[in-house]
């Protein structure tokens, strides 16, 4: 577990970086986006994994590791949309931004210590391409929980569906980063 640990926080080290780099290129622009846009926004990318994982060639010059980010910080931007609604201005500064990033990665986090302990690392024994698959699973899964207002009769919520999309993601780039398949 000491490994997982450190192979999280470095990936998860390498999503903040992009994250806050792109605060200062944009500001919190997306505070204007509704959790259903995210939610597409995140289908985007991993449907584009997936498109390149099948093809195994891709005609824009990035591969799956920037969409595997793109997934986790998207997943942390629609948690925080959930909790804070969204806005019709950027109406957050970039520090508010990354106080509430911490606050959602962390969370993600401590679920991921909590499930890889009782799931035993399982996760390391699944191909990347599975990853993708679950994190489309959980898309469509979302889709449907936003269809009906968020309510569910017996399942998880939106939050529990991003955070879950967030920890794919995050295996998929501990093994791209860690050379591990």
Sequence with gaps: ???TIAQFEKVIALCRDLFQKK???YGPSWRIMRPQS???QIFIKAN???SLEL???SM???GIKPEFIGIVNYGVIGLIQLAKGFADTTDMTAEEAMTLYDKYITETKELMYAKNHDYDEAWRSMRISSYTDLILMKIYRTKQIESHNGKTIVSEGIDANYM?????AIF???KLEFGEE
């Design 1 to 3: 577990m000491a490994d």
């Design 60 to 62: 824009v010059d990035e």
């Design 55 to 57: 093809k195994g060639v």
């Design 48 to 50: 584009r994994i997936r």
């Design 23 to 25: 605060l200062v290129d």
């Design 164 to 168: 879950d999309m967030i920890n794919y």
């Design 38 to 40: 995210i939610t597409d």
């Design 172 to 174: 998929g780039l501990i």
